[in-house]
T-cell receptor
Framework: DAKTTQPNSMESNEEEPVHLPCNHSTISGTDYIHWYRQLPSQGPEYVIHGLTSNVNNRMASLAIAEDRKSSTLILHRATLRDAAVYYCILMGGGADGLTFGKGTHLIIQP | DAGVIQSPRHEVTEMGQEVTLRCKPISGHNSLFWYRQTMMRGLELLIY????????DSGMPEDRFSAKMPNASFSTLKIQPSEPRDSAVYFC?????????????FGQGTRLTVV
């Protein structure tokens, strides 16, 4: 069963902000929200994670809804190098491993 | 640290042969994950270890697949006998622990082709 739901693809223009949505209505209280991305011909790469509060790092920002049933990854100024598949994943402390869904294929137009 | 190191980067083998993929996790990381990626099925979690012990191997497709972690710095994924449908990119990842508040780091993958 898919724990998260993401759009299959999104398109944005270079140097504009990108908001990637993720729904996770069955999230439990101990689940962290993780985002990874996979550039062409590379392994997945960690982007950001959070539990309840919004998070910022050098790569992106993570906005988490108050009920935690959805979140948004924000790339503040997209570049062509941000074109990748972005995965939203729930990770708790139980027996579940890090399970990937189909992700969102982000296309950046010059 | 050099990151998660996988070997070989590419492997071409004939159907029926044994294939062994290797992974060296980041030093100090206690959790290790093996994945398989194909166009049709995406990224599939095959098995993961915590403190060298397999926690969940429900993703291992068949008895032809086996994984070991003899110590904290080395893991292998073996396919015996290999079949053409095993052709895929296999990734290894490690994290400090399996709690949700730590990130995972991935290797560059092994591209396996079974002919």
């Amino acid at each position: 069963d898919a724990k998260t739901t993401q759009p299959n693809s999104m398109e944005s223009n270079e140097e504009e902000p990108v908001h990637l949505p993720c729904n996770h209505s069955t999230i439990s209280g101990t689940d962290y929200i993780h985002w990874y991305r996979q550039l062409p011909s590379q392994g997945p790469e960690y982007v950001i994670h959070g539990l309840t509060s919004n998070v910022n790092n050098r790569m992106a920002s993570l906005a988490i809804a108050e009920d935690r049933k959805s979140s948004t990854l924000i790339l503040h100024r997209a570049t062509l190098r941000d074109a990748a598949v972005y995965y939203c994943i729930l990770m708790g402390g139980g027996a579940d491993g890090l399970t990937f869904g189909k992700g969102t294929h982000l296309i950046i137009q010059p | 640290d050099a990151g998660v190191i996988q070997s070989p980067r590419h492997e071409v083998t004939e159907m029926g042969q044994e294939v062994t993929l290797r992974c060296k996790p980041i030093s100090g990381h206690n959790s290790l994950f093996w994945y398989r990626q194909t166009m049709m099925r995406g990224l599939e979690l095959l098995i993961y270890f915590n403190n060298n012990v397999p926690i969940d191997d429900s993703g291992m497709p068949e008895d032809r697949f086996s994984a070991k972690m003899p110590n904290a710095s080395f893991s292998t994924l073996k396919i015996q006998p290999s079949e053409p449908r095993d052709s895929a990119v296999y990734f290894c990842a490690s994290s400090r622990n399996r709690q949700g508040n730590t990130e995972a780091f991935f290797g560059q993958g092994t591209r396996l082709t079974v002919v």
